[in-house]
């Protein structure tokens, strides 16, 4: 089945402690695509990639790491988490990026930073 | 800067009404413009796309037309089903090829 998958699905953490969400798909995508989603703000891009190797920052990437060793894989890093990065967290992917090109979410990941 | 706006929510209506979403844009040249809808605990999924002025975007009774004069994209439905109750977030295409976002509509469907 193709699909997005994101790990954990809630995860709950404190202030300073490093910590990595996982985002793999399995269509072969070029595309990879890190949001946050804060209510009354929709969905605000933290990072991206275009491939591999390839990276580039979003709109909201402070406080944030990624990387795109493997065509499948593109963790999202918090270095030193802070509370005002509790929030639900979406990656998504598409087989290339264009005008038209549609995006596939993975059921996201909760995170409260205590 | 590129900028898209959508109704506040929730928007709360009773089984087989008519429904209508409002979603204006602000952008440089003709982006494409998408509807995304959230079902409670899933990730977003693609619900309708329009990639000029004048096209209309449809997929499961839901319709929405790209209107360049009035920079909108308003999603409508005939006869909503509880089953519709879901967050539908308005998105545009930028010209490097990444999304801006609207807030999100949550829209409650009554039984």
């Known amino acids: 089945e193709a699909q997005v998958t994101q790990n954990p699905r809630y995860l709950i953490t404190v202030t300073g402690k490093k910590l990595t969400v996982t985002c793999s798909q399995n269509?072969?995508?070029?595309?990879m695509s890190w949001y946050r989603q804060d209510p009354g703000l929709g969905l605000r891009q933290i990072y991206y990639?275009?491939?591999?190797?390839?990276?580039d920052k979003g709109d909201v990437p402070e406080g944030y790491k990624v990387s795109r060793k493997e065509k499948r894989n593109f963790p999202l890093i918090l270095e030193s988490p802070s509370p005002n990065q509790t929030s639900l967290y979406f990656c998504a992917s598409s087989f290339a990026q264009g005008p038209n090109e549609k995006l596939f979410f993975g059921s996201g990941t909760q995170l409260s930073v205590l | 800067g590129d900028s898209v706006t959508q109704m506040e929510g929730p928007v709360t209506l009773s089984e087989e009404a008519f429904l209508t979403i409002n979603c204006t844009y602000t952008a440089t040249g003709y982006p494409s413009l998408f509807w995304y809808v959230q079902y409670p605990g899933e990730g977003l999924q693609l619900l309708l796309k329009a990639t000029k002025a004048d096209d209309k975007g449809s997929n499961k009774g839901f319709e929405a037309t790209y209107r360049k004069e009035t920079t909108s994209f308003h999603l409508e439905k005939g006869s909503v089903q509880v089953s519709d109750s879901a967050v539908y977030f308005c998105a545009l295409k930028r010209s490097n090829y990444q999304l801006i976002w609207g807030a999100g509509t949550k829209l409650i469907i009554k039984p």
């Open positions: 269509m072969n995508h070029e595309y």
């Open positions: 990639s275009m491939n591999v190797e390839v990276t």
